[in-house]
């Protein structure tokens, strides 16, 4: 087993042998999901010595198969699945928990996951809502890993939501054409967190995670690699999902495809013949960390869309492209890709290997992109790492060297030398970078702050004060806390020592110093 030497977070879970697989909650960064403080109130056991016929679902008499057990499960219900390997092929249609009692399906030990092997599909469900799918390794599909969709009622905005997926492991999928590790329709109101995706799909084609449709929704901490058409694809009206602190390694044709071409008959909500339309749109893609891949990210027929504060580490062809593959017809219309932003963003790359920094396909509007604090980077031509950019750019930086601490070991971070130190434009769209530090004002370029200053220094002011608690508890969804005084600690004063209180109760120590 390779052991990782590298210092930062991030790069901890990259090393060339083996990926080392970190929860996001350990990189000192967390997202508030409908799950949070919500424990189930019963529990089903599934286990591979288990029976259908004489088991009860009880520790000692567990059910044999998932889809019996997820049968069984009613609101409040956790079903448990023991480690061991279980066939794929799982469908369930209408499986539903409740706001306040939701429905968990998930490995009993995340330390030992069980494996659900082969199936058409890994495991599929329709119309779920309030399920939380975690702690799985699924394998060996022929077509899609895991599938969650709205049973094709695309109208019905309803039809799939709030949705969990947490601590995945999807790999070796399919491999010869368009097949997904999850594939997501007409879902809203989801999130992913924390889950790792490798090989699948084939020919250019297939998806790490393809969203089509989809809604508010929330990916992040994750790692894919080895990838044949996108990590991330979203698409097909899909509309407001973030993807942020992930790591995305040879990740084949497009790391993220924002946007993408979808029939008409799959569009969600169904495509409108009086008003504009769209493949994504408000798609963000911050903080994350692009490795190799032909580019790290396409603009395809999306609008009001943004990569923001993320490290690109030499793409094989182009820097990023704008395309159109989906036009309008004498029955609909689509808006042309544009309105778009990128800024903060690290490009470190080849010229020689770069063909064009851009790639503009032909019905777009490039001339609608804003681009802004940009660091472009060439480094085996520092002379020639000025792009030839579709709009003009404010505040870029062309050809100065980041100074990344170890680029050949996958170390990307930078320290207060770097041209990139607080270089970005205010104010940073993601509070805290890969690492889980928080952003000084301005923000550094790139998906990495500077590290070794005091993390209780949460807004980089310079102090330690309410004004970092306040900062703290919004990017923890927490902002009623200061609202409420910020008295974390009891001494009837909002101060240092109440970050330092949150700090703990989050599990998550900060110097306050």
């Not at 004489?54 to 699945?81: F, K």
């Not at 698409?235 to 990740?251: H, L, M, P, T, Y």
């Not at 963000?284 to 603009?299: M, Y």
């Not at 970005?424 to 993601?430: D, E, K, N, R, S």
Request: with cysteine; charged share 15%.
């Amino acid at each position: 087993m390779a052991v990782c030497k590298y210092r930062f977070i991030i790069t901890y879970l990259f090393c060339i042998v083996q990926v080392v697989w970190i929860p996001a909650s350990v990189l000192g960064v967390d997202v508030a999901t409908f799950a949070d403080s919500l424990a189930p109130i019963a529990e089903i056991h599934v286990a591979t010595t288990g029976s259908d016929v004489s088991g009860n679902g009880s520790v000692a008499a567990p059910y044999a198969t998932i889809g019996y057990g997820i049968s069984r499960a009613v609101p409040g219900t956790a079903v448990r699945i023991q480690p061991g390997t279980y066939g794929g092929g799982i469908y369930s249609s209408g499986v539903a928990g409740t706001a306040v009692a939701p429905i968990w399906i998930g490995g009993s030990d995340p330390q030992h996951p069980p494996v659900i092997s082969g199936g058409g599909t890994g495991i599929q469900f329709s119309r779920s809502a309030y399920v939380i799918l975690h702690d799985l390794e699924v394998t060996g599909a022929a077509s899609n890993g895991i599938n969650f969709d709205d049973g094709g009622d695309t109208a019905n905005p309803l039809a799939a939501h709030h949705l969990l997926f947490q601590r995945l492991f999807i790999h070796d999928i399919g491999g010869s054409g368009n097949q997904d590790a999850l594939k997501l329709s007409g879902l809203r109101d989801y999130f992913v967190l924390d889950c790792r995706m490798t090989r699948n799909g084939g020919g250019g084609s297939g998806s790490g995670i393809d969203q089509v449709g989809c809604h508010r929704g929330m990916i992040a901490g994750c790692i894919f690699t080895d990838l044949s058409g996108n990590a991330v694809q979203v698409k097909g009206g899909s509309e407001d999902v973030e993807v942020r602190w992930c790591w995305i390694q040879n990740a084949g044709e497009r790391g993220i495809n924002i946007g993408g071409s979808t029939g008409f008959q799959y569009f969600r909500p169904p495509l409108s013949t009086t008003a504009p339309n769209f493949e994504a749109k408000n798609i963000r893609v911050l903080s994350n960390v692009f490795v190799g891949s032909v580019t790290p990210f396409a603009f395809v027929g999306c609008v009001n869309s943004i990569a923001a504060n993320n490290t690109i580490i030499d793409p094989v062809n182009w820097l990023f492209r704008i395309l159109q593959e989906t036009r309008s017809t004498p029955e609909y219309t689509f808006l042309a890709s544009g309105a778009n932003s990128l800024s903060n963003n690290l490009f470190y790359f080849s010229r020689g290997q770069i063909r064009t920094h851009v790639n503009i396909g032909a019905y777009t509007a490039p001339d609608t992109f804003h681009f802004s604090n940009n660091l472009w980077y060439a480094h085996d031509n520092p002379g020639a790492s000025a792009p030839s950019l579709p709009a003009p750019e404010t505040n870029g930086l062309y050809g100065q060297n980041p100074q990344l601490a170890d680029p050949g070991g996958q170390d990307y971070t930078i320290t207060e030398t770097s041209p990139a130190f607080q270089a970005g434009l205010a104010p940073v769209l993601v509070q805290q970078d890969m690492a889980g530090q928080a952003y000084l004002n301005p923000p550094s370029i790139g998906a990495y702050e500077t590290p070794g200053r005091c993390r209780g220094d949460r807004n980089g002011d310079g102090v330690v004060d309410i004004a970092d608690l306040a900062y703290l508890a919004a990017s923890f969804g927490r902002t009623g806390l200061v609202a409420a005084g910020g008295d974390m600690d009891g001494d009837a004063d909002a101060d240092g020592g109440d970050l330092a209180a949150f700090a703990l109760d989050l599990q998550n120590p900060l110097c306050t110093d």
